[in-house]
């Protein structure tokens, strides 16, 4: 007798659960084009499946209205005209028949708790030249968004070094569509992301995909003249010899002519030589 008592606890869960019916059906409702719609998404528990059909609906306040099946795809249906700012919460209620019966899930949002935009698009980074530790990086809006001006974004930049593969992100917050980031390692590869989310509503898109960039393999070389460079090495070289020669001199109390004489030759070997070179 005692061998039976784990079947029957078993069965009477399985016929416990079927004749409740309900938290079979997982619901999800994203608004990805706010403010234009809803879309709710269901999955269905693994033991009810493949399912017969399908009867999605949704309710708002006193309202209920079939909830229209989205084109691209047989699990979700998509709400239109939405109540933006509304206190009252949507309801969606899909009823689902299978071999084992009838089951059904429900689940409850405002419009403002579900924007989730998609990430931004047309990512792209640069060198910047002049700082071989900087790199450029300008973005579009999500490539879904058709709203014009009606919904401003905030931007997510994440970067790291690529082989800091269990490294954290270092993070941008950013409202304009470009950043600057300052503390790149030259020779590096590193790897750039990006996020979106509606200002004050929902919560951040997912990820873009990585785009990876190596910051400057040399370090920038500054269009300077081969006559500038030569006179600037001249001059910082004799500011550095005039002081050695100051210092020795009040240590061996030698002659200030001396000072001038070692000077000049010093300069006028560095002048012969940049000639030969030119």
């Given amino acids: 007798m ?3 008592q784990p079947l ?36 269905l528990d693994e033991e009810y499946r493949p399912a017969s059909e399908v009867h999605a609906v949704y309710r708002f306040k006193t309202t209920q209205k079939i909830c229209p099946k989205s084109k691209r795809s047989a699990h979700s249906c998509t709400i239109s005209n939405l109540a933006l700012f ?6 969606v209620i899909v009823d689902v028949s299978t071999p084992l019966g009838n089951i059904s ?11 989730q935009p998609d990430p931004p698009s047309h990512v792209e980074v640069e060198q910047v030249p002049g700082c071989d530790t900087c790199v450029h990086v300008h973005w579009k809006k999500p490539a879904s968004y058709t709203a014009g001006d009606r919904v401003q974004f905030q931007y997510f930049l994440q970067y790291r070094q690529q082989h800091h593969h269990e490294g954290s992100w270092s993070e941008i917050p950013q ?31 997912p990820w ?4 990876a960039i190596t910051p400057w393999l040399e370090r920038i070389r500054t269009t300077v003249s081969p006559s500038e460079t030569t006179f600037s090495c001249i001059s910082r070289h004799l500011k550095l010899t005039t002081q050695e020669q100051a210092m020795t001199d009040a240590s061996t109390g030698g002659s200030p002519l001396t000072v001038h004489r070692v000077t000049n030759l010093h300069i006028l070997s560095m002048v012969f030589t940049t000639a030969l070179i030119l």
């Fill in 2 to 4: 005692m061998g039976f």
């Fill in 175 to 205: 409202r304009k569509q470009r950043a600057n980031i300052t503390d790149a390692r030259p020779g590096a590869v590193l790897n750039v992301r990006l996020a979106a989310k509606v200002i004050r509503k929902g919560k951040k898109s």
């Fill in 105 to 115: 899930g429900k689940t409850m949002f405002k419009v403002e708790e579900i924007v």
């Fill in 86 to 91: 509304s206190k009252a919460r949507y309801t």
């Fill in 208 to 211: 873009s995909k990585s785009v």
């Fill in 8 to 43: 029957i606890a078993a069965l009477l869960c399985i016929f416990a659960r079927l004749c409740q019916g309900e938290d079979h059906v997982q619901i999800a409702c994203r608004s990805r084009f706010y403010p234009h719609n809803v879309t709710c998404h269901w999955t």
